[in-house]
């Protein structure tokens, strides 16, 4: 089994390296606008794409995916909002474990009914731990997913969620607020968090600046993902970008 992208995910952690990643949302993007994003994205340095939603309506993902592909170099990941958003032409799959919910059907019912198209895929498959912390709104992740989100101010339950996920297998931990957050996760969580996981920590929902993308790195986030803020204004790609490898310059000295 492939872990090329998992393996430099670890890498990355071990040498203190902070990756910046752009969420494009294949329904949320025609050809001249993904081309934009694109195009600022590489000038940037972005380290990642995540592809995918918690629902893909307009089944474009296969060509999507491939205009990022014939364009530029950055890896490509699936983050799949069911089991139906599934492309062969991406580098790799975030296999999602809905870790912080107690719906049996984002545990492993679905997981059971996509195996063998995954696995036909041929993709990387990266097990990971979802979480959802509460952002202040209702998004479209924790209706999807009719599961409770973990408290903002309970940095204790996310902890052990993380710590229980990692113990489990999971590979990567993925704290999300959700698109749209009123309220992204807090460093205080993030922090706690951190320092009680080995597994590559990955952060998304509700970052709007640079600011917060690099106080979220400090605390101890590996990945940060932007999707819906970049949607309103490409241009905070490369001020966001700038931010988290920011982190980096300094860990180098």
Known sequence: MKHKLYDQFAERKKLGRKSFTVLIDPDKVDTP???????????????YFFVGGSLVIDNNLDECIQQIKQACDIPVVLFPGSPSQVSK????????????GRNPELLIGQHVISA?????????????????????????????????????????????????????????????????????ISEVMIEKVAKHIDSPLIIGGGIITPEKAYLNCKAGADVIVVGNAIEKDASLIKEMSDAVHQLNTVSSL
């Open 33 to 47: 606008k993904l081309d934009q994003l694109i195009n600022l994205s590489v000038d940037a340095g972005v380290d």
């Open 89 to 100: 032409y991406a580098d790799a799959l975030l296999y999602l474990s809905l870790i912080s």
């Open 116 to 184: 063998p198209l995954v696995k036909k895929s041929g993709l990387e498959i990266i097990p990971t731990g979802y979480m959802v912390i509460d952002g202040g709104a209702p998004t479209t992740v924790s209706y999807i997913s009719n599961a409770t989100p973990i408290p903002s101010d309970k940095s204790e339950i996310a902890m052990c969620t993380a710590m229980a996920g990692e113990m489990l297998g999971m590979r990567l931990v993925y704290m999300d607020a959700g698109s749209g957050a009123k309220r992204p």
